[in-house]
């Protein structure tokens, strides 16, 4: 029986019980991945992180991958943010940064003041298209304009104020059979740049709440249309989050906090 530690951590959030659960587990070897896709379903969250440690020859400090309860998936900002605290609060990490190597490049977090917790991201790209139609179906009054993101397949839609973004129930059945990773929903916000939400049925979420990766998207979107870098944001989902952005060039800053949870094994045979 091997026993392997294992963390969770709500970010995006300093206040426990709010942002985004992630659970996190640091292993001194990859797992087979059918084995870490069922530990992703036993926690049942929406993102489990599985790190392992690099060489010092390289130059990122650990391999990071993380799991639905469905499907691996390419790029996860609060699992990537709870392993950061993890590393920085339960494995010694004495550097104010840690740098990951993931399949969309590299990623850092820095540690700032007031137990904020900055991600380097990158900015995705996106595209122009038109809403396909189960869009929608899905989602009454969807814009007949909308956006594509390669890197994650999301799709992207913009409606017109915070309340609609707040009130929008859309058809997860509908966008399932899109076949993609998920919708984004975005707005100008009231006491903020911008909220959103995200819907990812395509990777066995109904709702995330809390979804760092979309700001790679939504942070270059708003910083063109307000003519600002500096942005400050809201997932307006049930538990909520908050994130502090900025728009460096190629890359995007994306910052939130975080609430330790609990900690425990998990026994494999």
């Given amino acids: 029986m091997n026993t392997t530690p ?16 992630a659970a996190v587990m640091p292993l001194d070897q990859w797992l087979p991945d059918e084995r870490m896709q069922a530990i992703a379903l036993e926690n049942n969250l929406s993102e489990t992180a599985f790190l392992v440690p690099l060489p010092e020859s390289d130059p990122a400090d650990f391999h990071i991958r993380w799991f639905t309860p ?15 605290w993890v590393v920085f609060n339960r494995l010694s990490w004495s550097a104010d940064t840690v740098h990951f190597h993931s399949r969309s490049g590299p990623l850092a977090v820095t540690r700032r003041a007031e137990g904020w917790l900055e991600l380097d991201f990158p900015n995705l ?18 814009p007949a304009e909308s956006f594509f993101v390669p890197n994650d397949t999301n799709y992207m839609v913009v409606l017109g104020s915070e ?7 859309p058809d997860n059945r509908k966008l399932a059979e899109l076949g993609n990773q998920g919708l984004i929903v975005t707005a100008p916000g009231t006491d903020c740049d911008f909220v959103s939400r995200y819907f990812a049925p395509g990777a066995g979420i109904d709702e995330d709440p809390v979804t760092g ?11 063109e249309k307000l003519g600002k870098t500096e942005l400050r944001a809201r997932q307006v989902s049930a538990r909520g989050g908050e994130l502090r952005c900025e728009l460096r060039g190629e890359r995007v800053a994306i910052s939130g906090q975080a609430a330790f949870y609990m ?3 998990v026994h494999l045979p």
């Fill in 70 to 84: 469905a499907v691996e998936v390419p790029l996860c900002g609060h699992a990537t943010l709870a392993s950061a």
């Fill in 163 to 169: 309340d609609e973004v707040r009130n929008a129930n």
């Fill in 125 to 142: 790209p996106f595209e122009h298209r038109p809403t396909p139609a189960l869009i929608l179906e899905a989602l009454p009054g969807a």
């Fill in 263 to 265: 900690e425990g094994s």
């Fill in 6 to 21: 294992i963390y969770q951590v709500d970010a995006f959030t300093n206040t426990l019980f709010g942002g985004n659960p």
């Fill in 213 to 223: 990766s979309i700001h790679s998207v939504l942070v270059p979107y708003w910083a």
